[in-house]
Structures are given as structure tokens and as C-alpha cells.
């Protein structure tokens, strides 16, 4: 039978839960309005690649993320799967999603075109193949990236994230 002062790892994941927790709070408390420079009027324009269910979801997280977000553009292969997108969001970020005709992308192409579209930020959530090509050309674009897992499919398509993301630190 154990002692109940004895150190245990359940014991020790819930402390350091706690104190992790605390210590988030209690630097929002202190410092609420660190901006660094960043305009607090202007949205952060949001570009989702690929409008299946996952960029659904991530689309929703983001925007559900930061008040300061709107989406801005999807790109898609298919057009149902914007319009399917479009209208999940619209219904449950109400006056959030400002994505018209202009900027509902489709085809092969489509990420290159969100991409040029004025996004600050895209969610790549295509299918794994695509995603070291997508995440290239988020990098090269200067847009900040948020993908999905896997980020790719085979080795070299590992190694291409890796050097892109050097890239990017750059």
C-alpha cells in the first residue's frame, strides 16, 4: 500500500497542470494588452486551403481563436465544398466571414490565388500530398502558416517541409 505523501506521477501531472494554468492566466492578467506593434483595428485576414471537413473545423478554431479574424478566402478542387464551408461558418461566426465570389477559389491553382488574395494567415488543410507544395508556397508568399498533420506522405515530401520551414525561420 502506498503512502499518500509519497511523489507519484499522476501527483506530479496534475501540480504541473495547475501551475502551467496559473501562470497562463496570470500573464494575461499582467499584461493584457501587449500588441508589439500590431494595429489593433485592422483583422487579421484568414485564407483556408482545402474546405473539407478538417478546414471546416480548423477555419471555425481560428476564427472561434481570436476575435480579431475573419476569413477571407477558400480554395478549394471542388466548388461545393466552399459553398459547404462558406455557409457552415457564416451560420456560426455571423458577421465574420467575408469571403464573396471574387475570392472562392477553385481548381489546381486555387492555393496560388488565395495565396495572392491579401491573406495574413492560411490554414492548409488539404489532402497530405499537397501539403509540402502548399506550405512552400505559403512560406515564399510571407503568409503565416498553420497545417495540418501529417505534413506529408513520403520522405522526400518530409524533407521539402523541413527546408521550407528553415526557410521560413530565415
Not at 496559473?22 to 501587449?34: D, E, I, N, Y
Not at 494567415?121 to 503565416?144: E, K
Amino acid at each position: 500500500m502506498k503512502e499518500k505523501n509519497t511523489p507519484n506521477r499522476r501527483g506530479f501531472i496534475q501540480s504541473s497542470t495547475a501551475a502551467v494554468g496559473g501562470a497562463a492566466v496570470a500573464s494575461q492578467l499582467a499584461f493584457p494588452s501587449v500588441t508589439f506593434g500590431v494595429d489593433l483595428a485592422k483583422k487579421f485576414k484568414v485564407g483556408l486551403i482545402g474546405c473539407g471537413g478538417r478546414g471546416t473545423g480548423a477555419a471555425s478554431q481560428a476564427l472561434t481563436a481570436d476575435s480579431n479574424t475573419e476569413m477571407w478566402a477558400f480554395a478549394d478542387m471542388f466548388p461545393e465544398q466552399i459553398e459547404k464551408t462558406h455557409s457552415i461558418l457564416d451560420v456560426k461566426h455571423k458577421g465574420r466571414v467575408n469571403v464573396p465570389q471574387g475570392r472562392q477559389f477553385t481548381g489546381l491553382n486555387a492555393y496560388q490565388q488565395l495565396l495572392d488574395s491579401g491573406v495574413d494567415i492560411v490554414l492548409i488543410a488539404t489532402p497530405p500530398g499537397f501539403r509540402p507544395l502548399h506550405f512552400r508556397a505559403a512560406v515564399d508568399a510571407g503568409v503565416h502558416v498553420f497545417a495540418e498533420k501529417p505534413v506529408a506522405t513520403d520522405a522526400p515530401g518530409v524533407r521539402s517541409v523541413l527546408a521550407t520551414n528553415e526557410l521560413a525561420k530565415k
